[in-house]
């Protein structure tokens, strides 16, 4: 199943207009995925972590599902909470 999605993306990807949205968003997908990565490497649930911080649980979910557009100040609360610094570069 794999194989078949990764070839259906490499033929998607080799569309001019599809590649530049894709590498557009994926910076926002690779913090996802850190964000991701992290809370579950502490074994912390969804829930768990919207408690520490102080918000909802459908505020993570939602945010781990890049239907959210966070604050920079809510994304330092998340790194907080998962011992993490939050860091943004320009290049």
């Known amino acids: 199943m794999a194989d078949e999605f990764d070839m259906f993306k490499a033929e998607l990807l080799k569309n001019p207009k ?13 913090l996802i995925r850190q964000l991701i990565e992290a809370r579950t490497e502490k074994n912390m649930t969804q829930k768990q972590l919207a408690e520490k911080i102080g918000t909802k649980q459908s ?26 610094r939050l860091s943004v570069a320009l290049r």
Do not use: C, H, M, T
């Open 18 to 30: 599809i590649k530049a949205e894709y590498d557009a968003l994926e910076p926002e997908y690779e």
């Open 59 to 84: 505020n993570i979910a939602r945010l781990e599902s890049g239907n959210y557009n966070p604050s920079f100040q809510f994304l330092q609360k998340v790194a907080g909470a998962l011992d993490k």
